[in-house]
């Protein structure tokens, strides 16, 4: 028991030994070069241990060490809490701090979306966009549905139960934009988890469902799940010949943001000096591994070009989400 | 014999020293964050999964595993001694248990329910074993029509707890029905009662509500009662020196709830989402109606206690079943387990057995060394925290306190739910003192929210209609069951007794 009462209060005593004297040297931050090998990089992860955010932040940690792109001392903390909320306020408090940094994924824009959060995706340095999370519709491998056109017919013929996870996410608004352009009517059936939809998917109780290829490619490759359609930019090499929802000309645009942010109003050479650096990151072979392993869409855009992407996506949500009423 | 031959190929991977020594650390961990209130088994993994980084994979996964089944050995001792689960699936050993220890039975119930974690965890294992093929098809076919009514099964266990004082209990349990509204629906992603606070998105978490209750609302009360002015007096007044061995009674009167209890927590386990929590409330239940004695449940009865027991170890194995066979984690802390696979670069999938041999049965194997391990360190460790209910309450009392926050705090890290887990504490202090059941609220906490999204999911799929529930063979299956647990089984148990003792018995 007293070893975990002690983890959380040097968490907390590291955080403020690692924050207070940051805060009190900030003047001296722009005499002196970016970055400083006597500074510790605050990497903030908004999530816990073992999920998507945190393998992402682990992965850039180790090849920035690996290649000594760094020269300080990076120190990565798990900040989890409300969705998100906990560990983008930390760096959102952080603001003018050129030592913070943090990852972003989906929660990143839908987080702010349903709660009163004081900050938004817009307000934060970005550095660079790195990949998206992008979803695949599959139906049970025992189905009769054999193909996207074959599914689009079906779902004419009579409006077809799709699963996913959760409402205000692009689970939700995926499908909704697919089925808007290609015009055909769907229940959405929301779950809280990808195990349960995946259940409910194997169970016959519902007739398809969206998820992330990563989870489920298990169930891909034994047949049990059959992928009709991707909504990135360009199918995994891991789904082999399924089309993406561009090549039968319903391109949705939307896509859950795997970045890179610093805390807001960070001088410019700090956001530059991070933006040269997640260039090399990005070349590197451990990356493209990481990009392979967990199936997402390599999609690499820049500095003010990613924060223009973050208001699309968020105003993109917000639009279908007041459509349907989910939020105000 | 395949299957020996792969248990036995399983073996000898985990009997090499380093393996070994991996699965005491887990088992030894497990323990300690099962001891401690709120600090579950899925928290205990997260925070060392990071540390396993280096390790090599078939070491790591059998430490992490023996963490989460070693939790539920733990979980129960809070239980029992200060009326505050350890964790979520603990919380039905309280009923029962904590009466055991006010009896002066805390030696007895601590052994006992060390044996019942031992043999659910075992028969789990085993049925593992020769089993895992056939009970991937079980939690195959389970869609949110047959969720909503496994939920309904659950609350069969409300109905229990109610018991006579109906009017009190039914209205502890809407106040946990109320609670579960909170949080963002799942259907329509609008925020119920959130005030726009970002830690209620995610609703309210019944593991501080249950430490409040059950661990300080306790506390308050012994403060009410004066029992901190007994000067040496510990949190059980003791009538006479007790036993430390359970009788011959204990193990003889329990023999066939451990069956019970280990095939039904199994069961449950393998469904994806149900877990160790509703197998343990199930267990109970069942074993209530199946009793002859139903009237004694609450009051101390060694059956109440191992029959929670053995079903919530067994259930954890049962959760390897999706785990393995099918990549889908059926909890919380099985998805870290199966975030630890990704990490290392395996593919959770039907084909992970076999493309995995190694890993896979050098875990089955390690879970049968694990369960003796865990057996062995709970009878050692049993004579020190009996010890625990000697203390002076004044001095244990500040203790507890301490825990139970920092218990809660270590969860998610969250201020919001130490508050609540304050008020829980007061208002579980007045609920002791009117006589209503907070067990009622914290199962219908739990439960609500289940059946909610499940029915909503039913309906939306079946566009309004109930025909779903009699049209999937899984449904009829679980009404089937009900059926016999709620009519046949009270009927059969009332022949054998009097009508007056029925119409107590308030089921």
Redesign the interface.
Known sequence: ?F???T??LRNSLCATLIVAPVVLAAPAHAQSVYPSADETLDWTIAF????GND?MA?TIIDILTKYDLYPGDISPEN?????G??GWGHLFGQSGDPYGISTTSGSFVT?PL????PWQPADFTPVALLATDDLVLVVNGSSAIQNIEDFIAAANAGPM?IGGT???NVD?IVPTLFAEKAGFEF???????M??Q???L?????DAMVGNP?E????I??G?LRPLVYSGASTPDALGDVPTMGDLGFDIGVSMPRGLILAPNVPVETQEWWIATMRKVVDTPEWAEYIK??TLTPTVIYGEEFRTFLTNTKDGFEKV?KS????D | MDIFGDLVMGLSIAITPINLLYLLIGAIVGM??G??PG?GPSAGL??L??VTFGMDPTGAIMMLAAIYYGAMYGGTITSILLNTPGESATVASTFDGYPLAKKGRAGPALVMQAVASFVGGTVGVILITILAPMFSQV?????????FLLAMMGMLTLIVMIGNHWKLGLISALIGFALGTVG????????RY?F????L??GIYFIPIAIGLFGLGELFYAFFVGMHKSGSGGIVQYDKEAAFWPSAEDWLSTRMTMVRGSILGFVVGVI??AGATIASLMAYSTERSMSKHPERFGTGEMAGLVAPETANNAASSGAMI?LLT?????SAST??LL??F??W?L??????MEQNPELAWGLIASMYLGNMILLAISVFAIPLFVQIIKVPYRLLAPIIVV?CT??T??V???FIETYLMFAAGIVGFFMRLYGFSPAALVLALVLGPLAE?ALR??L??S?GSAMIFLE?P?SLWIIGVTIVLVVVLPFMSRHGKSAGNAEKSGT
Request: glycine letters at 16%; a negative charge.
């Open positions: 028991m070893n975990t009462s983890t959380w816990g241990p073992g999920g393998i682990r900040r989890a809490g409300g969705s909320a906990v987080t349903q709660a009163d959060t139960n959760g409402t205000v939700f229940e959405y059936v929301s779950f809280n988890s195990a349960d995946t259940t409910a194997l169970s016959d109780a519902l990563g489920i490619l298990g169930m490759d034994s049990d392993t967990n989400l349907v009423g989910a939020i | 300690v964050v001891v401690i600090f997260a925070i999964l990071p939690s195959r076919s389970f869609g949110p029509p047959e969720y963002v629906d799942l259907e329509t992603g609008q925020g959130t726009g606070s970002a830690e998105i995610g994806p989402g999706p099918l990549g889908i984690p059926g998805a870290v975030a630890a990704m990490l670069g593919r959770p999938g039907p084909l992970f825990i920092l218990g705090f270590s998610h890290a969250s999204e999911q039913t939306t799929i566009r999937r899984a």
